[in-house]
T-cell receptor, first 116, second 114 residues
Framework: NAGVTQTPKFQVLKTGQSMTLQCAQDMNHNSMYWYRQDPGMGLRLIYYSASEGTTDKGEVPNGYNVSRLNKREFSLRLESAAPSQTSVYFC???????????????FGNGTRLTVT | GNSVTQMEGPVTLSEEAFLTINCTYTATGYPSLFWYVQYPGEGLQLLLKATKADDKGSNKGFEATYRKETTSFHLEKGSVQVSDSAVYFCALSEGGTSGSRLTFGEGTQLTVNP
């Protein structure tokens, strides 16, 4: 079972470059999320999509855009990368919808991004 | 807003020692509480959860009890193994119409030595 698949696993960018992080899930989940993980700060929500066709800002959305391409895929785009965006990025999905907020999140293995 | 505070790490134990990782939370409503574990090079995995006060979540020898009176959800294990070495995250869910949005603590690194 693939679960949540993220690409690429590693990426190095120069300041000002752009890139898109890809995420796909094969569990027929409605909700998908992008988090970033920084040392000593846990995981912080960047954007989420509660269902196909909707996206909403999380805690730290500045500098990012997202696209919920279809039910399976949720991409994260950095238009002009900055050193402050050096982090590990995790995509996650859950079967929860509406008030079903107890559904666990299923995470991908992460993308380690360095911006120089 | 909601927040989660975990005990500072890292934590280093010998095999078969007792483990406690403290977690306290602040929430306006009645959240669900979770512990996630992250092994090196991997994403987070759900370890256990509790959805209402006095519930006890348990899995793989780990336990945590939802204590509303102390707003805590401490993780415990009676006898740790080397394979338990990982980063542990406490988290709470926000209710409403936003699916399973989670607020995470900062994580606690556990190292178990043989």
């Amino acid at each position: 079972n693939a679960g949540v698949t993220q690409t690429p696993k590693f990426q190095v960018l120069k300041t000002g470059q752009s890139m898109t992080l890809q995420c796909a899930q094969d569990m027929n989940h409605n909700s998908m999320y992008w988090y970033r993980q920084d040392p000593g700060m846990g995981l912080r929500l960047i954007y989420y999509s509660a269902s196909e066709g909707t996206t909403d800002k999380g805690e730290v959305p500045n500098g990012y855009n997202v696209s919920r391409l279809n039910k399976r895929e949720f991409s994260l785009r950095l238009e002009s990368a900055a050193p402050s965006q050096t982090s590990v990025y995790f995509c996650a999905s859950s079967g929860g919808q509406g008030r079903s907020y107890n559904s666990p999140l299923h995470f991908g293995n992460g993308t380690r991004l360095t911006v120089t | 807003g909601n927040s989660v505070t975990q005990m500072e790490g890292p934590v280093t134990l010998s095999e078969e020692a007792f483990l406690t990782i403290n977690c306290t939370y602040t929430a306006t409503g009645y959240p669900s509480l979770f512990w996630y574990v992250q092994y090196p090079g991997e994403g987070l995995q759900l370890l256990l959860k509790a959805t209402k006060a006095d519930d006890k979540g348990s899995n793989k020898g780990f336990e945590a009890t939802y204590r509303k009176e102390t707003t805590s959800f401490h993780l415990e294990k009676g006898s740790v193994q080397v394979s338990d070495s990982a980063v542990y995250f406490c988290a709470l869910s926000e209710g409403g119409t936003s699916g399973s949005r989670l607020t995470f603590g900062e994580g606690t690194q556990l190292t178990v030595n043989p």
